[in-house]
């Protein structure tokens, strides 16, 4: 309900507060869902490699994979506006956030 703003104006702040929290306990749904909020500028600044990093980190929580293939949609997308090197940089975030027990990113 406070994402969508039902009984309460939405308080991006408070709503990715929340949303890091529960993408660094390893939600894959909450990792998508704050990966389309960095590429939407949804409560910060755009950041398509963050969003990139987020999106992919919820692929390997087993998120979005099944028939509608919406890591691999989104994925897709992001990278029409994105560097080979963007990519490439949001991988290597991946692995790091991975590594860090999805903590500091």
């Not at 969508?4 to 949303?19: C, I, L, R, S, Y």
């Not at 500028?41 to 390997?60: F, K, S």
Request: proline fraction near 3%.
């Amino acid at each position: 309900m406070h994402h969508e703003g039902q009984a309460t104006p939405v308080d991006h702040e408070t709503e990715m507060k929340w949303f890091r929290r529960a993408a660094e306990a390893g939600s894959g749904l909450v990792q998508y869902q704050l990966g389309a909020a960095y590429a939407n500028e949804c409560g910060q600044p755009r950041d398509y490699v963050r969003a990139y990093m987020w999106i992919n980190l919820a692929g390997t929580r087993g998120y979005g994979l099944g028939s509608k293939g919406q890591v691999a949609v989104a994925k897709q997308t992001l990278a029409e506006f994105m560097t080979p090197e963007d990519i490439a940089r949001a991988q290597k975030l991946s692995t790091a956030c991975f590594m860090a027990g999805f903590k500091g990113y």
